[in-house]
């Protein structure tokens, strides 16, 4: 089972909680042990980049890994799934495991500038730093993990709210896309919370969203234009221009299921 797949749970979890059966309840809870076990069967207590998992009844272990995949690269797709359980839940036992799971990335993954992904985790000794932090570390893994780890129970309800550090400024020649609260009410981001009567706001927005071929441009308003250069991955990946007068950048936009309300 590849690391990556730790999304699920997550995702199950928000079924659930939008209405959904409570097979995807209990499914998500199953899946997100087996996550949390990939991590704690290992001596650094990081998971591997891959698991397997043992179906002989003379194999000496449950969950092993092949030399080959015994590499952590800061993935954050547990850690998503984990904050969702904690965010939707209260439940401190979630914020416990996310509290080791950090010990072990500050133990192991921690350099004099930051962080690096390790190529071994099976050996405390021997981790093989590999002098390489993936973007996701800072803009998913960890602040994931800060969220879990530092807000307390209550103060993060909603896993679809806005957690910007800073004020979001929406133009007002949008007028169809604004709304009658103010930016702060909308974006407060100590406050967390998504506003019910907001969620009509957001609705009107994605009305507006306009389906295109690749390398096509689209100009949403006046002042925002888009072009998708790639979208074709198992993770749904797209690489998008962005123009909102008058700057415009280039980057990769990763839209895992868990990601669907965000975007």
Known sequence: MDHLTCYLPGALLLGHHFGLPDSHMLLARDLLDTCYQTYMKQPTKLAPEISYFAVGANEDLDIYVKPDDAHNLLRPEFIESLYYFYALTGNHTYQDMGWVIFQAFERHAKVTHGY???GNVKDIFNTSLRDLMETFWLGETLNDLERI???HRGFTRD???????GKVAIPSSRSECSSNDS??????SYARILMAENK???VVCIRRVKISALNQYVMVDSELEIKAYYLDHVLSAAML????APQS????YN???DRLGSA
Do not use: K, N, Q, Y
Not at 249 to 252: C, D, I, K, N, P
């Open 241 to 244: 221009w962005i123009r909102v």
């Open 149 to 151: 780890t530092v807000t």
């Open 159 to 165: 896993p679809l709210a806005i957690a910007e550090r």
């Open 116 to 118: 690096t992904s390790i």
């Open 183 to 188: 930016v702060e009410a909308l974006f407060d």
């Open 200 to 202: 009509a706001f957001i």
């Open 255 to 257: 839209m895992t299921p």
């Open 249 to 252: 950048v280039t980057g990769e």
